[in-house]
């Protein structure tokens, strides 16, 4: 490249040097115009010729490198696509696979002048809705201990707790959820709903253990009542500290910024297999806004797993049974 622009430049030269004007020039040219004018136009030819072509030499390897280099930014451009598409296939059999796994709960109260029936709902107030999933066949669902905090602590029998989900074969359906057990502690509670023979759509369970920040994690849940929402993000923090509905402590939370919204406690956070890892359970929100601010915490998995088979068989976490 270098060479071919010096070249270029010594031609310009010396077509410069070869047609100065001078007043002897002139005379000869008047005198003997053929000569001069056949040796003038013969330089002439060969400097342009040459120009020529350096020039077409030049616009070939220029046509000889665009094509290729398309052709590399084309082939870049397709694998970055391909990559996009394999992700987004990854998210949409994710949520297929587990999104039937995770119920809805609605918290009702029943009117005063009500026959304390489930069915009679036509004039029930919904207290507030929130998520939870399906621990196994038999009925059992798992969610936020603040999520039904109102039955928990009904005193007058007007409460009552309201669960849609889906079954195996994708049809969906109600039920009225019965409190199994409690730990406020770590605001977890099971319920339990009748499955009528219904074949049910267990959560895979994970473990926090391993987890490490920077991995992706997916949030599903109700949040504003709008059933079946994912949210995807990253595991932000882990060990957090947060506080409990009874004030106490939860210990080894997981921090994200996938969005946990008002109704999407006690609904599971994935993993990119879909194993669950946590209970949604929290977020920091803009002052005024209720809205999430990126920071949102989840309830680890290995304190579901060692907590809800007591809260199964004797109504308590272990530690409250002595």
């Known amino acids: 490249m270098t060479m071919a622009l010096a070249s270029s430049k010594a031609f310009t030269s010396i077509f410069y040097t070869l ?3 001078n007043p002897s020039n002139s005379v000869l040219a008047c005198s003997g115009s053929n000569h001069v004018n056949v040796v003038d136009r013969r330089r002439r030819i060969v400097i342009f010729g040459s120009s020529l072509a350096l020039a077409s030499s030049l616009i070939g390897s220029n046509q000889q490198r665009l094509p ?4 590399i930014a084309l082939e870049q451009l397709k694998e970055k696509e391909d990559e996009l598409e394999e992700e987004e296939e990854r998210n949409v059999n994710l949520f297929q696979k587990t999104s039937p796994s995770v119920v809805y709960i609605e918290a009702i109260e029943l009117p005063k002048t ?3 029936d489930f069915t009679d709902e036509e004039n029930a107030n919904i207290e ?3 998520s939870g999933f399906v621990w196994d066949k038999l009925g059992h669902i798992v969610t ?8 928990a602590t009904d005193q007058i029998g007007l409460q009552r707790c309201k669960v849609s989900l889906v079954d195996a074969t994708g049809t969906r359906f109600s039920k009225e959820g019965k409190i199994v057990g409690l730990d406020p502690d770590n605001d977890l509670a099971v319920l339990k709903i009748e499955t009528e023979g219904r074949e049910l759509n267990p959560v895979v369970l994970g473990t926090s253990n391993d987890l490490r920040v920077g991995q992706s994690c997916y949030a599903i849940g109700n949040p504003y009542g709008y059933e079946n929402t994912l949210t995807i993000g990253v595991v932000s923090g882990l060990g957090r500290e947060i506080p409990s509905p009874n004030g106490k402590s939860i210990s080894e939370s997981i921090q994200t910024d996938a969005d946990i919204n008002s109704g999407n406690s006690g609904g599971p956070l994935l993993d990119s297999y879909g194993h669950t890892i946590g209970v949604n359970t929290a977020t920091f929100t803009r002052k005024g806004s ?6 949102n915490f989840a309830i680890p998995i290995n304190t579901v797993v060692r907590t809800v088979p007591y809260l199964i068989v004797y109504g308590t976490a272990y530690r409250d049974r002595f």
């Open 19 to 21: 047609t100065p004007f």
């Open 68 to 71: 290729m280099e398309s052709a």
């Open 114 to 116: 009500s026959s304390g």
């Open 128 to 130: 507030g809705t929130g």
């Open 144 to 151: 936020n201990y603040h999520v039904i905090a109102k039955l």
């Open 290 to 295: 209720g809205m999430s601010s990126g920071v």
